[in-house]
């Protein structure tokens, strides 16, 4: 992987410099009821959460992880939702190096974006992309990615799901 200072400028400039991805649409929590929309690849499989506030996990058929979820809470919430994060990052992971947060408004709504590095129980040296975005429905989108050091591929996959975010 990317050295830490670079991958939140890799995903900044990803941001706007790639192109349409073929990919499936996902509604969150469900398409009739959706705070927010974004596509994902075709051959990445999809486990939903039980209920509203679960977790919906993607998974790259490199490894690539990415989790979804929507949280109550405001912008001024998304801290809290960042601590929280870290806290379980701190201990799943060790040598864990996070930078600091980013702010940004997309599409009129506040973003965070957080990128960091460890490794995991097996030894795996990981990175992670961590993506909050301030709804306008009351609620914060959480969404975030773990790639294995040496996958680019899925990095580059999960990065364009990133992307695609956005509001119905």
């Known amino acids: 992987m990317k050295s830490l200072l670079f991958v939140p400028l890799l ?4 941001l706007f410099a790639s192109g349409p991805i073929e990919a499936k649409l996902l509604a969150y929590p469900g398409p009739d009821n ?3 929309v974004i596509e994902h690849p075709d051959d990445w ?8 506030g679960d977790y919906v996990t993607l998974t790259g058929p490199t490894g690539v992880n990415l ?7 405001n912008e ?5 939702a960042l601590a929280e994060s870290f806290k379980f990052l701190e201990e799943t992971f060790t ?29 795996e040296k990981t990175g992670f992309m961590l993506f909050y975005v301030a709804l ?9 990615f773990s790639v294995y ?9 999960a990065t364009k799901v990133l992307k695609s975010f956005r509001t119905p």
């Open 136 to 144: 306008n429905d009351g609620n914060i989108a959480e969404i975030w």
């Open 34 to 36: 959706a705070s927010f």
């Open 11 to 14: 995903f900044a400039a990803s």
């Open 95 to 123: 040598n864990l190096e996070m930078l600091e947060p980013e702010t940004t408004e997309r599409g009129g709504l506040t973003q965070m974006t957080v990128a960091g590095k460890g490794v995991d129980s097996e030894g």
């Open 45 to 52: 499989e999809v486990t939903p959460g039980e209920e509203v």
């Open 149 to 157: 050091a040496d996958d680019q591929q899925g990095f580059d996959a």
């Open 76 to 80: 001024s919430s998304m801290n809290d």
């Open 67 to 73: 989790q979804l979820r929507t949280i109550p809470g």
